[in-house]
């Protein structure tokens, strides 16, 4: 074979001229293409060396197969690029964050201006204002948490054989009193008895996220959730009547805090789709988006078919548990006296502090049935810490509830890892008494 028959990017006369282009004494590095003998063309530099001899010019060159290389550039390059789409993400994500994080804040401030200036002569409308604000404050706080949760990887998907009529009742029940306050018919197409296998926990909260997205954007109409069969596979779809949105959007729509629509930020976190998103991907799970401008949207996810009777998931017991022992670390004032309250206005005797050390002393020698600290207290004590040093005094075994305002994927990752009750702010009363029962019941098991 010739040079020509091996070099793939240059003619005759382009070799002469790179040729001429190498100094006598010298170098001379081109990058190309060039076919080997099976015919595989390969990425190359070719480094042209030139020396005189009796009046000609003869040339000498090294090839180097740098595909390799050409291919670990090409992943450096593509990873920096994902590096700065990430950053960038994260920090609109942020800012999308802070922002619809200061609207309720804004609002709850104004009012309380209000009610210490005795400025409102309604009472009742301004105590469903605020509870209007701090339910929007806890539902942007819950997805947020969320989302960390499963981008910190912690969500480990449990599998198990489910009853898909018993499922969309439950979406159902749970959103009726919604769609009713607006209106809206929300009806049910059954499966008539079919059984799928998937994690219980992230397809509830996939089809709550759709439905509840469907009411909010249907201003008149209703919503439809139904199970269907299509190419071959098992789906629960949800229809709406609302605002839709156009083809282009569709790719969009799946990011954190993007909204459609002009009252777009009046209406919810932003983050439902994403969590739909996050948690589909986790379960590898498809989904399926149609919508149409004016007419409204469908949303579907399919449902793996399930291959065992279905077993009755157990429900957590919300009754009242026996009077307990409790031992509470928090350094913030203001957290400590409602939790206090909260904790004795459900007959629990509480032994309060604000660190590790003052609990252990107020304690004295007489073990709590149960410890319950915040995660970040002062002068960089952790609430493993406080657990970790009443365990070492009396049991191994005490059990312990954590509190948390972290969203940080990292810290949510290595709270998991501990095998502690995490417990994440905002908290309300149901969800302690639900966690302090499951920790009684486990224990009388």
């Not at 960038?88 to 804004?106: E, G, I, M, T, V």
């Amino acid at each position: 074979m010739t040079v020509l028959d091996i070099e793939t990017e240059f003619d005759l006369a382009c070799l002469q001229a790179i040729w001429r282009e190498v100094p006598p004494s010298g170098g001379h590095t081109v990058q190309s293409n060039q076919r080997s003998k099976d015919g595989v063309v390969s990425p190359v530099e070719v480094q042209l060396g030139r020396f005189e001899k009796n009046g000609e010019s003869l040339f000498i060159a090294l090839v180097r197969d740098v595909t390799y290389r050409r291919q670990t550039e090409a992943n450096l390059k593509a990873a920096m690029e994902e590096a700065r789409k990430a950053n960038n993400d994260k920090s609109r994500f942020l800012a999308a964050a802070s922002h619809d994080l200061r609207q309720p804040l804004l609002a709850l401030s104004l009012y309380v201006s209000l009610i210490k200036e005795n400025a409102t002569p309604d009472g009742a409308d301004l105590k469903v204002k605020l509870q209007s604000c701090v339910a929007n404050l806890s539902e942007l706080l819950n997805d947020l948490l969320d989302v960390s949760k499963l981008d910190a990887g912690v969500v480990k998907p449990e599998p198990t054989d489910i009853d898909v009529d018993a499922l969309l009742a439950g979406i159902a029940a749970v959103h009726s009193a919604e769609a009713e306050l607006k209106g809206l018919d929300l009806h049910v197409h059954y499966s008539g008895g079919a059984v799928v296998r998937t994690d219980h926990r992230l397809i509830q909260q996939i089809l709550n996220n759709l439905v509840a997205n469907a009411i909010r954007y249907t201003a008149q109409g209703g919503v439809l959730i139904a199970f269907r069969h299509h190419r071959g596979k098992c789906w629960v779809e949800v229809w709406d009547t609302g605002i839709g949105f156009a083809e282009d959007q569709t790719g969009i729509i799946f990011e954190e805090f993007r909204q459609l629509g002009d009252d777009a930020r009046n209406r919810g976190s932003g983050l439902g789709l994403s969590i739909v998103a996050k948690a589909a991907a986790l379960l590898n799970l498809e989904i399926r988006v149609r919508s149409r401008p004016g007419r409204g949207s469908m949303f579907a996810v399919e449902l793996p078919p399930g291959r065992s009777p279905v077993i009755t998931l157990p429900t957590t017991s919300l009754t009242a548990t026996r009077p307990l022992r409790i031992a509470l670390v928090e350094d913030n004032a203001m957290a400590l006296e409602a939790l206090v309250m909260a904790l004795e206005h459900s007959r629990h005797a509480v032994v309060w502090a604000k660190n590790g050390r003052e609990l252990i002393d107020r304690l004295g020698q007489q073990a709590p049935d149960l410890v319950i600290s915040d995660y970040r207290l002062a002068v960089g004590e952790t609430g493993f810490d406080v657990i970790a040093e009443v365990r070492s005094l009396f049991t191994n075994h005490l059990p312990a509830i954590l509190i948390t305002g972290d969203t940080d994927p990292a810290v949510v990752r290595s709270m998991a890892d501990r095998g502690i009750t995490l417990l994440y702010k905002p908290l309300d009363m149901e969800a302690l008494q639900s966690a302090i029962a499951d920790i009684v019941e486990r224990r009388a098991a």
